[in-house]
C-alpha cells in the first residue's frame, strides 16, 4: 500500500516561476525524503528531512515537514526546463522501507 | 563512488516463461530494496534485505516472485512463470542504515507479451 500522496498530480509552469508540491502521509516518520524522476530513468535523490525539523534547504530546493499534519511540501524556486521530471515523496519508519506516493509530474516550459 | 548496478535494463519476455533480475548495491550498504513501478505510478516495495536476511517481503507475490540476497552484497529477483501484469520497472535500492538516503538504481524494464 502507498504511504504518501503527492499533491497536485500535475503542474505545468513557467520558467522563472517557482513549483509547489505536497505530501501527505499516513502514520509516524522518522523521515521523509524528496525524489525526483526522469522520465525513463531511475529515482534521483533530493533531500531528506527527519521527524525533528521542520524545514530544510538544498540549492533552489526548500522543504517542511508539519508532524502534527502529516504533511510536507517541496518547493522548487526559479524554475527550469531541467527541472522537468515526476517528483514523489516517501515516508520512512524507523528500520522499514521507503514508501512512496504517486507523484507530481512537473512540466516546466521555456 | 560507484552507484547501484542493476542489469538488464531492458527485458522482453513472453509470458509464463521466467525472468531474473541482478543488483550490485552500494559497498558497504547493509539495506536493500526491490521495488516495482509501473507506468505512471510510484515505485512499490517488494521486498527489503538486511545484510542477507529479509526483513519485509508482505508484498512479494510469493506464488511467482522470488529474491535472494547471497552474502549479503549482490541480489536477485526472479519472476517465474511471468504474467501480462508484471510488465513494469524493476527497481533496486540501497542504503547505509535505515535513517540515510537510500541511492537507486537504473532500473530494468520488464516488457511482458
Known amino acids: 500500500s502507498q504511504q504518501g500522496e503527492e499533491d497536485p498530480q500535475a503542474l505545468s509552469i513557467q520558467e522563472g516561476e517557482n513549483a509547489t508540491m505536497n505530501c501527505s502521509y499516513k502514520?509516524?516518520?522518522?523521515?521523509l525524503q524528496w525524489y525526483r524522476q526522469n522520465s525513463g530513468r531511475g529515482l534521483v535523490h533530493l533531500i531528506l528531512?527527519?521527524?525533528?525539523?521542520r524545514e530544510k534547504h538544498s540549492g533552489r530546493l526548500r522543504v517542511t515537514l508539519d508532524t502534527s499534519k502529516k504533511s510536507s511540501s517541496l518547493l522548487i524556486t526559479a524554475s527550469r526546463a531541467a527541472d522537468t521530471a515526476s517528483y514523489f515523496c516517501a515516508s520512512n519508519q524507523a528500520g522499514t522501507a521507503l514508501i512512496f506516493g504517486k507523484g507530481t509530474t512537473l512540466s516546466v516550459s521555456s | 563512488e560507484a552507484g547501484v548496478a542493476q542489469s538488464p535494463r531492458y527485458k522482453i519476455i513472453e509470458k509464463r516463461q521466467s525472468v531474473a533480475f541482478w543488483c550490485n548495491p552500494i559497498?558497504?550498504?547493509?539495506?536493500l530494496y526491490w521495488y516495482q513501478q509501473i507506468l505512471g505510478q510510484g515505485p512499490k516495495l517488494l521486498i527489503q534485505?538486511?545484510?542477507?536476511?529479509?526483513?519485509?517481503d508482505s508484498q512479494l507475490p510469493k506464488d511467482r516472485f522470488s529474491a535472494e540476497r547471497l552474502k549479503g552484497v549482490d541480489s536477485t529477483l526472479k519472476i517465474q512463470p511471468a504474467k501480462l501484469e508484471d510488465s513494469a520497472v524493476y527497481l533496486c535500492a540501497s542504503r547505509l542504515t535505515a535513517d540515510t538516503e537510500a541511492f537507486f538504481g537504473q532500473g530494468t524494464r520488464l516488457t511482458v507479451v
Open positions: 534485505f538486511q545484510n542477507n536476511g529479509v526483513v519485509d
Open positions: 502514520t509516524s516518520i522518522n523521515n
Open positions: 528531512i527527519r521527524s525533528n525539523e
Open positions: 559497498s558497504g550498504h547493509a539495506t
